[in-house]
């Protein structure tokens, strides 16, 4: 009940508080009227007009309370209820009984209302003074939380920094020593601070200078030696800045440094190394090149500019292009482009314009893929002037070339004649033979055999010269084995007259010439038969081994062996170590092995001792070699 | 040079400059007693040439068997040799080639005129050698009539 009128008050408090202030105080003057009637009509029945007394006081305390509270509109009606309603409820009463105090009331209730509406305004001003004070007291607060954090971050930061930060005052004298220039310089902040920068870290500059940039930049920067506490010297890059006070005076300076000894040394090294590379270079003949990624040509050396003639500044520092010539220009460009393409070395022989002398001359041109990631240099080429050596080239092939015609066609034709004293010699020993005595005979026979031995020897020196005429075509490769039974198949009589006995492995295949191949194993077994003891069955055995890069073959007799003294040769052409008599030949069969083997940049020797049989091992690169042709080792006795 | 035709008669054409070699050639042929030959000898390449393109309609006159040198003058054995091949009534004509050359010698140079010769021989310095020969070119006469029927 209670709950519910303190509610119902407050939802009146509600409505009231929505109307205007006017309209509010005569409604609150009219329900006093009301419930003061009401009220003085309730004590006037039980008390009758001695009431009046008490009504006219509890109408004066509402009404100065009224003014007090400033519903001033509502004083004229409460008035009312306490002068003149109580009179016209109450018969007989004269309706003007009390003006004296009527008009004390009116005055007192202005004098009260007046009062409480200053001091209303008084209480408003102050308030709304104190609201805007603390107000200001709260952003102000945050504001120096805020910039305290700031400061206290930006102390961290110069401690953090790789640097040594340091402020001075006008004198020079350190007032700040940031813990970075406490680790550059070895000082602690206690240790530093009071002294002078300029004496401590020992170093000099020209304070107007200082000043004058500072003046102009607010910056000053440069490069300085200073010394740390343990004496070592250390470059630094500085940074200074002025503080200045509120008229204007420098009050101090805050200089940054920044330990750049490390770099420093770094880039004097790297000069250093490039200087000496570029001595180097100039000190070299060759022309020498440098290329970047996509074969843009970074460097060349002051041979390439006095070859060419052409300014450091100018097109053919990036280009050696025009300066190929037209035959070759095309070859060298697709072979220089597929290398950058496949990040490879390069190789080519060009002929390049001579700008000093005109004409052009040949080069070996060599571009050296150096793959560096780390830096731009891609290749490192020269060009070497090879020209001498293609005239010479060129000029020995010439003459090779007609030594060869000249050889081949001066022993055939020797060839003739000599067949044709043997063949009419012996026409006329068969028909005219009867006519003469033994002695003459005899001569007419040795005659014969001379002639013979001669045009052996001039057909051996035709095969010798003819040994690697044959059209090259080493694409293909020659199974050993096969070039070995052929070789004793062309020996098969021989083989068969002496009863050798011959062992050979499976060999492996190489790229060369089949021709070749069984030429070398003919003459070297045909060189182990002819050389044979007489009471011994010989026994031949021909192998091979993997030795590195190479193969190592072996021809192993057991024939009469011969002096080591000999080892060398040999092998040389017409050669012997035995007289004709004893073995019939003219020793060009090794010399011949020795060229073949020289051919495919192999090697040939042999090993032995009289007596004792001999060996004779020939090497021939293996990369030459196929790679699948070697079963396991077998010993397979082989008679043609 | 007069050729006599008959039907067991074997007409052989030499064509060798070296007349020693000819004379030889004639002489290995006679050592071989039970084969008849007739020899005609051209001195050159361009008679044998001349010869052979004379005669190669006349089978009375036409050689049964050539024994061929290479190196001559004028027109070296492989042309001879290619005249014989591309020419229809010649083509089949049994050749042999004699010659000093090594024997790869011999056959690189005919092979590369693109024709190839029945047989292959090497001129020995030895006179029984030489003589010895007929055996050989005989076999060779033979073996290539055999494989032309």
Redesign the interface.
């Given at each position: 009940m209670l709950a519910g009128l303190v509610k119902g008050t407050w939802r009146i408090n509600d409505f009231s508080r929505r109307l205007p202030g006017w309209l509010r105080s005569y409604l609150f003057a009219f329900s006093l009227l009301i419930l003061g009637t009401a009220l003085a009509a309730l004590l006037m029945k039980a008390f009758g007009t001695k009431a009046t007394l008490v009504v006219s006081l509890i109408g004066d305390i509402v009404f100065l309370a009224c003014a007090w509270l400033g519903y001033g509109e509502g004083v004229l009606a409460v008035i009312l209820i306490t002068f003149v309603i109580p009179r016209l409820l109450v018969p007989g009463t004269r309706l003007h009984p009390d003006f004296g105090r009527f008009g004390l009331l009116l005055v007192l209730s202005l004098l009260v209302s007046s009062i409480s509406a200053y001091k209303r305004k008084a209480e408003r001003a102050l308030k709304l003074a104190s609201d805007q004070l603390e107000s200001r007291v709260q952003s102000r607060t945050l504001e120096l939380q805020y910039n305290e954090q700031r400061l206290s971050e930006k102390a961290r930061l110069l401690d953090l920094a790789p640097v040594g930060v340091l402020s001075t005052d006008g004198n020079d004298v350190i007032r700040y020593w940031s813990q970075g220039a406490a680790q550059m310089y070895g000082w602690t902040s206690q240790e530093a601070v009071g002294q002078t920068s300029r004496q401590l870290l020992r170093f000099s500059v020209l304070i107007e200078e200082v000043l004058t940039a500072l003046a102009a930049t607010g910056v000053w920067e440069t490069e300085l030696k200073h010394s740390r506490k343990d004496g070592s010297e250390i470059t630094v890059a500085s940074r200074w800045a002025s503080q200045t006070q509120a008229n204007g005076e420098i009050s101090g300076f805050l200089q940054v440094n920044a330990d750049i000894t490390d770099r420093k040394r770094a880039t004097e090294q790297i000069r250093a190394s490039e200087l000496r590379f570029r001595q180097l270079a100039d000190s070299m003949p060759q022309i020498v090149w440098t290329a970047g990624e996509n074969g843009s040509i970074e460097y060349l050396n002051r041979q390439w500019h006095e070859f060419s003639k052409s300014s450091s500044a100018g097109d053919l520092t990036k280009d050696f292009r025009p300066l190929v010539h037209p035959d070759d220009r095309q070859k060298y460009i697709d072979g220089w482009q597929s290398a950058v393409a496949a990040n490879e070395s390069y190789e080519a022989e060009v002929r390049l314009a001579d700008g000093r002398m005109g004409g052009y001359r040949w080069f070996l041109c060599r571009g050296l893929f150096a793959g560096d990631s780390s830096s731009s240099l891609r290749w490192f080429g020269t060009f070497t002037d090879i020209n001498q050596q293609k005239i010479t080239e060129r000029n020995l092939h010439r003459a090779n070339d007609e030594l060869r015609q000249f050889a081949y066609a001066a022993a055939?034709d020797m060839?003739?004649p000599?067949?044709?004293i043997?063949?009419?010699l012996?026409?006329f020993r068969?028909e005219q033979g009867n006519q003469f005595d033994a002695a003459a005979m005899e001569r007419i026979h040795e005659s014969i055999i001379d002639?013979?031995r001669m045009?052996?020897m001039v057909?051996d020196l035709?095969?010798f010269s003819?040994a690697l005429d044959?059209p090259e075509n080493v694409e293909s490769f020659t199974n050993a084995t096969d070039s070995l039974r052929e070789a004793l198949a062309n020996l098969g009589t021989a083989i068969r007259e002496n009863n050798a006995e011959l062992r050979f492995d499976l060999l492996p295949s190489l790229r060369m010439q089949r021709?070749h191949l069984t030429q070398l194993f003919q003459n070297l077994i045909g060189n182990a038969l002819k050389y044979r003891k007489q009471d011994v069955t010989p026994i031949i055995e021909i192998s091979a081994e993997s030795a590195g890069d190479e193969w190592v073959f072996s021809v192993v007799d057991n024939g009469i062996g011969f002096d080591p003294a000999y080892t060398e040769r040999i092998f040389g052409v017409f050669k012997r170590l035995h007289h004709n008599h004893q073995y019939p030949g003219t020793g060009i069969g090794l010399a011949i092995c020795a060229r073949i083997v020289a051919h495919y940049g192999g090697r040939i020797w042999a090993e032995g001792e009289p007596g004792k049989g001999a060996t004779f091992r020939f090497a021939l690169p293996s990369q030459s070699s196929s790679t699948n042709m070697w079963p396991a080792n077998q010993i397979t006795p082989a008679v043609p | 040079m007069n050729l006599r035709s008959a039907d067991d008669m074997t007409r052989v054409l030499i064509v060798e400059d070296?007349p020693?070699?000819a004379e030889?050639v004639e002489r290995a042929l006679q050592e071989e007693q039970s084969w008849t030959t007739e020899t005609t000898v051209a001195d050159d390449g361009e008679k044998a040439i001349e010869l052979l393109l004379e005669h190669r309609g006349g089978r009375q006159q036409r050689p049964d068997l050539v024994i061929l040198d290479l190196?001559l003058p004028k027109r070296d054995g492989a042309e001879v040799l290619q005249v014989i091949r591309t020419t229809d009534e010649l083509r089949s004509l049994p050749v042999v080639v004699l010659s000093?050359?090594?024997m790869?010698?011999m056959k690189?140079k005919v092979h590369k005129a693109n024709v190839e010769a029945n047989c292959y021989l090497t001129?020995p310095?030895?006179?029984?050698e030489?003589l010895a020969l007929g055996k050989r070119l005989r076999y060779c006469y033979e073996k290539a009539l055999g494989s032309k029927s």
């Open positions: 055939h060839q003739e000599l067949r044709n043997v063949l009419r012996g026409m068969r002639a013979q045009h052996t057909r035709l095969s003819n044959s021709v | 070296n020693v070699d030889m190196n000093s050359s090594p790869h010698v690189s001129k310095a030895d006179l029984d030489f």
